[in-house]
C-alpha cells in the first residue's frame, strides 16, 4: 500500500450507463460488475501515492473516465465503445511501444492510433477513434522515464571527462599565464 503506483491498468469488461454518467468494471467470469464509485477511496490513495496514469483498456469507456474525473488523476485512457479484443490488444501493443520510446502521452496515442487506422480500419471500420484521453486540467506533460543503459551512461561520462579535461586545460594555461607575468 505504501509502494508509489505510476500506470494503473485494467483489461476486460466494462460499461457505461446512465448516458455515460458512471461505468462498472466485470471483475468475474459470472458477470459481476463493480462500480469505480467503490474505488474512489483506494483511487484517491493511489493518487496522493504518485498515480499518473489509469488505462482501461475495456468496452464503452466514458462512463468511467466520468467517474473518475474527481479522483484528479492526471491522465486516464479509455475506449469510447465496445471494443473488439484485437483492436484493444493492438492498440496497448502501438502505444507502449511508442510510450516506452520517450514519446509523450498524446503523441504516443496518436501514434497508436494512426497504426490502428493503417493496420485494422479496413477489418474494423472507426478502430482507430476508439481510444480517447482525459487530462486533469493541472497536469503536467507526461513521459515515460527514460532509463539509460549502460552505453549511454559511459559515453555522457566521457563527454564529461572531455568537456572536464577541456575546462581544467583552460584554466591551468590561465593559471600558468598569470604564474608567467608575475615571474
Known amino acids: 500500500r505504501t509502494q508509489p503506483w505510476d500506470i494503473l491498468f485494467f483489461a476486460g469488461h466494462s460499461i457505461s450507463k446512465e448516458g455515460d454518467c458512471w461505468g462498472e468494471i466485470q471483475i468475474n467470469a459470472d458477470e459481476s460488475y463493480l462500480s469505480l464509485r467503490n474505488l474512489r477511496y483506494s483511487l484517491r490513495h493511489a493518487v496522493r501515492q504518485g498515480l499518473k496514469l489509469a488505462i482501461f483498456n475495456s468496452c ?74 482525459f487530462q486533469n486540467p493541472a497536469a503536467t506533460e507526461l513521459k515515460y522515464p527514460r532509463i539509460m543503459n549502460w552505453k549511454e551512461k559511459a559515453y555522457r561520462a566521457v563527454i564529461v571527462t572531455v568537456s572536464l579535461g577541456c575546462i581544467c586545460a583552460v584554466l591551468w594555461r590561465g593559471v600558468d599565464d598569470i604564474n608567467f607575468r608575475n615571474r
Open 60 to 133: 464503452d469507456g466514458l462512463g468511467l473516465a466520468r467517474n473518475l474525473a474527481d479522483l484528479r488523476i492526471p491522465y486516464t485512457i479509455v475506449m469510447r465503445e465496445p471494443v473488439p479484443d484485437i483492436i484493444a490488444q493492438e492498440f496497448l501493443k502501438y502505444f507502449l511501444t511508442a510510450f516506452t520510446s520517450g514519446e509523450s502521452l498524446y503523441a504516443s496515442v496518436n501514434q497508436a492510433r494512426e497504426r490502428l487506422y493503417e493496420e485494422w480500419e479496413r477489418d474494423y471500420p472507426c478502430a482507430s477513434w476508439l481510444p480517447v484521453i
